[in-house]
């Protein structure tokens, strides 16, 4: 089967991706451009993007350096981009504090990289009228919007403010057949996990709670990215896929 029959392909398809200079997002590029997608990545770490930049396949693909929390950069990056056929949302940090120490900064930290500069972006884009008939946007929320674990609150709820987000999207766009879903991934093994505090110990003892035995990877994540952004998932929309290994009740 060539590229052209594979409803898995992302041949002929122009795919932004926030938040690609590591960890998720760098898996989802580098799965997306061999699948034949003109991959336009963007990050706040230029060096970073250059590395995964010349791990892409394919031509056409594009680097643009941004901060998502700055309007300057935005307006600036919109202003940059070619018409696209996908969006894929990956740029989020992690933070675990109790809720008797949680701060008034904390809060805004969280919630303008996780949720608001989603939502300024995706404004953006359609203004600009940058998103084209039938393309998809996906979401990289997390379990643990509908999972809580003690100390990770804020995290949770940026996350929770997301998935309800993308779902009123969802229907706001479906009239343009331009489809809307979230992926909530379980723990999986990036940098963000041993920066939220978890010790290697306790990520090796913490993976045999999976049914699967061990934590998910980014490209567990990608795989799932590229079926949502390919022509495989035309009459899937407003839908959030959990991939947790097994781990339902984690």
Same mark, same amino acid.
């Not at 998910?216 to 899937?236: C, F, I, K, Q, R």
């Given at each position: ?11 002929? $398809? ?6 690609? =200079? +590591?960890?998720?997002?760098? *898996?989802?590029?580098? !799965?997306? &451009? ?92 359609? $203004? ?6 039938? =393309? +998809?946007?996906?979401?990289? *929320?997390?379990?643990? !919007?509908? &999972? ?103």
């Amino acid at each position: 089967m060539n590229m052209v029959d594979n409803p898995f392909s992302l041949q002929g $398809k122009t795919i932004l991706v926030t938040g690609a =200079s +590591s960890g998720i997002g760098r *898996a989802i590029s580098i !799965a997306c &451009s061999r699948m034949g997608a003109k991959v336009v990545l963007t990050g706040r770490n230029k060096e970073r993007l250059n590395s995964i930049f010349d791990s892409l396949s394919g031509n056409g693909c594009q680097m643009l350096v941004a901060d998502l929390t700055s309007d300057e950069d935005v307006r600036a990056l919109v202003g940059q981009l070619p018409l696209l056929d996908g969006v894929v949302y990956c740029a989020g940090i992690g933070q675990r504090l109790p809720c008797k120490m949680v701060m008034s900064q904390d809060v805004d930290e969280v919630m303008n990289i996780n949720f608001k500069s989603n939502v300024l972006l995706q404004a953006a884009l359609l $203004k600009a009228k940058k998103i084209q008939k039938s =393309s +998809s946007i996906v979401f990289i *929320a997390s379990r643990a !919007a509908s &999972s809580p674990s003690i100390g990770n609150a804020i995290y949770s709820a940026s996350k929770g403010a997301l998935i309800s987000y993308a779902k009123c999207l969802a229907l706001e766009l479906a009239p343009r057949l331009i489809r809307v879903n979230c992926i909530c991934p379980a723990m999986v093994a990036t940098d963000l996990i041993l920066k939220g505090g978890l010790t290697m110990e306790d990520f090796g003892a913490a993976q045999l709670q999976y049914p699967l035995k061990r934590y998910g990877t980014p490209e567990d994540v990608a795989y799932l990215a590229v079926y949502l952004l390919s022509d495989a998932s035309a009459w899937m929309t407003g839908s959030c896929v959990d991939l947790t290994g097994g781990a339902n009740e984690l």
